[in-house]
C-alpha cells in the first residue's frame, strides 16, 4: 500500500485542506494520513475562526505517523505561524520522502491563513527541502516580490524560487484570465513544460490548490516520475473543477469524485 501524508489545516466544510487532500488521496488508491496544524470554522462563504495547534503538538502528530508507517510523499497547505514551519521542516528532515509545498497564504475569502511574517520562515526553511512548489499566482507574487503581469514575469518569479533550493515549481494559473487554464512548470535543471487546459467558467472553487497538490502528492506515492505526477494531477484537478458539485452559497467545492468517472485523456495539453 502507498501511504502519503498531508500536513495541513483543517476545513470545517471540506472542500480545502486536510479534507479536501484525504478525499483526493481516497480517490486516487493510496492511504492517506495526516497532521493537523491548525482548526479553522470555514464554509464556502469564508473563514470566521482559526485555532492553530502548538508545534510540538503538530511534530508529535507527524512523529507518530512515521514511528508506524511508510510514507512515501508528503505535502504540506496551511502552515499558519514561522514557528509551525520551522518545527515541521526540522522533522520532515529527518526522513527520506518527496515533498509537496502549497504555499496556503489568504483563503479565496480572503482570510489570512499564514502570518505575514511565516514567509521568511517558508522560504529559507522549508523550501530547500521541498521537491516541488505550487504557488498560485498572489503566493508567487508574495515569495518573489515581483508583481506578476506576463509570461516573462512568471518565468523571472520561477527562478526566483528555483534559487531558494526548491526543485521545480508550478506556477499555477487559475487565477490570470484567459480561455485556457494555464500551468507553467520550470525544473532546476532548465527543463520546462506548460500545461493547459479549457478554463471553466464557475465560482466553485473552493480547494482547487489543495485538492492539486494532494493529487500530486499521491501519484508521486504512487511512483509516477514528478513530470508525469504533475501532468496527471492536472487532469484530476481539470475533472473535479468540470462537474461540480453545486453546493454551499459562496464558492462551492470542487469534485473529488469526478477524476475516476470523466473522460480525462485530451483535457490537458502540453506545451
Ligand atoms: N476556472 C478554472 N478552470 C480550469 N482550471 C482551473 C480553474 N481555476 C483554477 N484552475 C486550475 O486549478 C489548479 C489550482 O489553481 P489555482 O486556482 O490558481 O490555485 P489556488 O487554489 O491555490 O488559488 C491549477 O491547475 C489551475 O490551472
Ligand atoms: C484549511 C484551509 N487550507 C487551505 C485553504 C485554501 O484553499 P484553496 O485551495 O482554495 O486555495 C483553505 N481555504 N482552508
Given at each position: 500500500m502507498n501511504i502519503v501524508m498531508t500536513i495541513a489545516g483543517s476545513d470545517s466544510s471540506g472542500g480545502a485542506g486536510i479534507q479536501a487532500d484525504l478525499k483526493t488521496f481516497q480517490e486516487l488508491g493510496v492511504y492517506g494520513t495526516s497532521a493537523i496544524t491548525a482548526l479553522t470554522a470555514q464554509n464556502t462563504l469564508g473563514v470566521s475562526d482559526i485555532l492553530a495547534a502548538s508545534?510540538?503538538?503538530?511534530?508529535?502528530?507527524?512523529?507518530?505517523?512515521?514511528?508506524?508507517?511508510?510514507?512515501?510523499?508528503?505535502?504540506?497547505?496551511?502552515?499558519?505561524?514561522?514557528?509551525?514551519?520551522?518545527?515541521?521542516?526540522?522533522?520532515?528532515?529527518?526522513?527520506?520522502?518527496?515533498?509537496?509545498?502549497?504555499?496556503?497564504?489568504?483563503?479565496?475569502?480572503?482570510?489570512?491563513?499564514?502570518?505575514?511574517?511565516a514567509i521568511h520562515a517558508l522560504k529559507t526553511k522549508l523550501l530547500p527541502i521541498a521537491t516541488v512548489l505550487t504557488p498560485n499566482i498572489p503566493e508567487a507574487e508574495e515569495i518573489t516580490g515581483i508583481q506578476i503581469e506576463t509570461v516573462q514575469d512568471i518565468e523571472t518569479a520561477a527562478k526566483k524560487i528555483l534559487a531558494l533550493g526548491v526543485q521545480c515549481v508550478v506556477m499555477k494559473g487559475g487565477?490570470?484570465?484567459?480561455?485556457?487554464?494555464?500551468?507553467?512548470?520550470?525544473?532546476?535543471?532548465?527543463?520546462?513544460?506548460?500545461?493547459s487546459s479549457e478554463r471553466i467558467n464557475t465560482k466553485h472553487t473552493h480547494g482547487t490548490g489543495c485538492t492539486f497538490s494532494a493529487?500530486?502528492?499521491?501519484?508521486?506515492?504512487?511512483?509516477?516520475a514528478l513530470r508525469d505526477a504533475i501532468i496527471e494531477a492536472k487532469h484530476f484537478i481539470q475533472a473535479a473543477i468540470s462537474h461540480p458539485l453545486n453546493i454551499g452559497n459562496g464558492h462551492g467545492p470542487t469534485n473529488h469524485f469526478a477524476y475516476r468517472k470523466a473522460q480525462v485523456k485530451g483535457q490537458v495539453k502540453l506545451h
Open positions: 508545534p510540538e503538538f503538530t511534530v508529535a502528530q507527524i512523529q507518530a505517523v512515521f514511528e508506524d508507517l511508510q510514507v512515501t510523499a508528503v505535502k504540506t497547505g496551511m502552515l499558519f505561524s514561522a514557528e509551525i514551519i520551522e518545527a515541521v521542516t526540522e522533522e520532515l528532515q529527518k526522513h527520506s520522502v518527496q515533498l509537496v509545498v502549497d504555499p496556503v497564504m489568504i483563503a479565496k475569502g480572503g482570510a489570512s491563513l499564514l502570518q505575514q511574517e487565477h490570470l484570465e484567459g480561455e485556457e487554464a494555464v500551468d507553467m512548470v520550470y525544473f532546476a535543471d532548465g527543463a520546462f513544460f506548460a500545461m493529487a500530486l502528492t499521491a501519484f508521486l506515492g504512487k511512483g509516477y
